[in-house]
């Protein structure tokens, strides 16, 4: 059977000994030190090894005062959670105060910190020595506020109504407007307002997303929003150059209020170029694709890197995640599973959007991680 790890959490603390030929942790004495594990030793290889010790680079990442934003995304059940869970409390432990935001409907944060995170409101995370906030934002909160703020009612007819442009709802046929009100994707607001000044003081703000559709979805929606926004504005212009136009030939005053497009659209557009410069900005923001050493999951890592290449959002490190320990005893899975892993990682290498990332290995613990002292663990794993 390889060596794998085991993770028993005693109390509050995990260690590592060694249990024939698995290793397990009963209290966290041992210390990680370049990648060798003092105390009991995993004989055939540092864990380091596995993961890699220093691909990630954490040092680039912990080092500046300014803030940054590191969204984790990539096929569901690879361990987004999990990394994005480890890599905010290995912030916090490092004196940046953190926020940690789940932007997946289908919340694990709270399973994840083994503690309540729920509600769509900021919590303080317990049992980490610095600032770690969570967010698990809720989208029914989120799409009343957009709802409220489009005049309150959700027809498109009816905003434009509101609008003086009621009768021109028709010309915005292709414009999906009711779409962009009712199906706000899900955390847009929340990543507006966490760049509100109230939260200036959080340096490192860590976005744990939805699998790869829904998290594309979000960051091309300041996008879409901002055409939606613009073609009405659009629209208002020629309407109001037409009427007057329309005066000063028949001298009729034409029934169009003079007003500007509604405020409420206004700051839905500035909100959104907000959250699109956040998205964009090769200095303050990195997107960690997270995968599994599976020709699927690396598929699907390919054609996510593709699309945020396109969408401009900077990616620089993709995690392979649950890689199988080495091990001198393997039997016949464990060996044909770890040709496997390394038939896939040859693919990472000669995957044209791949291959020019930072890969970072993280090994599979025979345990579910969960709670602060099992992503302690894992943080100093991955995050090196
Ligand atoms: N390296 C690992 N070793 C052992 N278990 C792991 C590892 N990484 C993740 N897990 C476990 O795998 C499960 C899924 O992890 P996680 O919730 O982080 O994935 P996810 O990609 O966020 O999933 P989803 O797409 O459903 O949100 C959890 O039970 C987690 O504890």
């Not at 557009?269 to 699927?296: A, L, S």
Request: net charge positive; charged share 25%.
């Amino acid at each position: 059977m390889a060596a794998s790890l085991l993770l028993n959490r005693v109390s509050r603390s995990v260690s590592l000994h060694r249990v024939g030929p698995a290793l397990s942790f009963s209290s966290l004495d041992a210390q990680i030190h370049g990648g060798r594990l003092s105390g009991t030793l995993f004989p055939e290889r540092s864990l380091a090894t596995l993961a890699e010790g220093g691909a990630s680079r954490f040092d680039e990442m912990v080092s500046a005062n300014q803030r940054k934003y590191y969204l984790l995304g990539g096929k569901g059940g690879v361990g987004k959670t999990s990394c994005a869970a480890s890599l905010a409390v290995k912030f916090a432990s490092h004196g940046h105060p953190t926020i940690v935001v789940s932007t997946d409907p289908a919340h694990s944060l709270s399973d994840s910190f083994s503690q309540d995170l729920s509600g769509g409101v900021l919590k303080p995370v317990q049992g980490v020595d610095s600032t770690l906030l969570a967010l698990e934002i809720t989208p029914e909160r989120m799409k009343e506020e957009i709802k409220s703020q489009a005049g309150g009612d959700k027809s498109v007819k009816n905003m434009m109504d509101s609008m003086g442009l009621g009768m021109f709802a028709g010309e915005l046929g292709d414009l999906n407007l009711e779409d962009m009100l009712n199906a706000a994707s899900p955390g847009i607001d929340e990543i507006a307002a966490i760049s509100k000044a109230q939260y200036s003081r959080f340096t490192r703000i860590v976005f744990d997303t939805a699998p790869t559709g829904h998290t594309l979805r979000l960051l091309s929606l300041p996008d879409f929003y901002d055409s939606s926004i613009s073609k009405i504005t659009k629209l208002k212009k020629k309407v109001t150059a037409a009427a007057s136009a329309f005066t000063s030939v028949f001298g009729k005053k034409k029934e169009i209020q003079e007003q500007g497009p509604s405020n409420e659209l206004d700051q839905l557009k500035e909100r959104m170029e907000k959250v699109r410069n956040v998205f964009r900005d090769v200095d303050t923001t990195e997107f960690v694709i997270v995968t599994i050493p599976t020709v699927m999951a690396i598929n699907e890592s390919s054609r996510l890197h593709a699309s945020l290449r396109k969408e401009n959002v900077p990616v620089q490190r993709l995690i392979v995640n649950q890689l199988l320990p080495d091990s001198q005893s393997d039997c016949k899975f464990c060996s044909v599973r770890r040709k496997e892993q390394t038939r896939v990682l040859g693919l990472i290498q000669k995957d044209t959007e791949l291959s020019g990332l930072k890969l970072i290995q993280s090994p599979l613990l025979d345990a579910e991680i969960r709670g602060v002292p099992a992503l302690k663990f894992m943080g100093d794993l991955i995050w090196k």
